[in-house]
């Protein structure tokens, strides 16, 4: 059986007691890579973890948080950002621990970050960005209602490639019809 959304995950706010935590499901270059593109340098150090704090001071401009089970484990980070109330917000760097992947955990955090922006921040939809080659991804993001809106290719430089990134979106409708249907898997419902 599995636990409704709401009981699985709590978003905690993101702070430095955190830091060496998600350092740790960072080891290798192109797990930041593919978690953040070109956001952090790799390695993660705690200097960039502090400015990212900092920049989170900024009205309107990031929330970061810390998933946590409802045993209070940590399982994931994410972050919602460029928070515009009643206009849109964008759901950015996005990760499951390794150790939990592929449990919901990354589904409910997204739903936990989706019911954020739409009940507190009331913004009409939720855009997000995310690599073309991350499928999982993808289809958590379109499983949870987000629709593909395009495609931007090489988008990002990285090293000596690039990242392709899709380009996905959640309007406010879309998300209160899913809400609203039999055996709806939203936050809520």
């Not at 955190?18 to 953040?36: G, H, M, Q, T, V």
């Not at 390794?98 to 009940?119: I, N």
Request: aromatic share 12%.
């Amino acid at each position: 059986m599995t636990i409704p959304s709401q009981t699985r995950i709590k978003l905690v706010p993101f702070g430095r007691e955190d830091f060496n935590r998600l350092i740790s499901w960072l080891p290798k270059e192109d797990d930041l890579i593919a978690w953040c593109a070109a956001f952090f340098n790799y390695p993660l150090t705690h200097s960039q973890l502090e400015r990212y704090l900092e920049s989170a001071k900024v009205p309107n401009a990031r929330l970061v948080f810390t998933a946590c089970s409802i045993e209070g484990e940590p399982v994931g980070h994410i972050e919602i950002s460029q928070i515009w109330p009643h206009l849109s917000s964008r759901l950015s760097r996005v990760l499951v621990a390794p150790d939990k992947r592929h449990r919901g955990f990354g589904s409910d955090a997204v739903r936990e970050a989706v019911y954020l922006s739409f009940e507190q921040h009331q913004v009409d939809r939720i855009d997000l960005g995310v690599s073309a080659a991350n499928v999982v991804a993808v289809a958590c993001y379109s499983k949870l209602g987000f629709a593909q809106v395009g495609r931007w290719q090489n988008a990002i430089s990285v090293g000596s490639g690039s990242i392709d990134v899709v380009w996905m979106t959640l309007t406010r409708e879309r998300w209160k019809y899913l809400k609203s249907r039999p055996y709806a898997d939203y936050r809520g419902t």
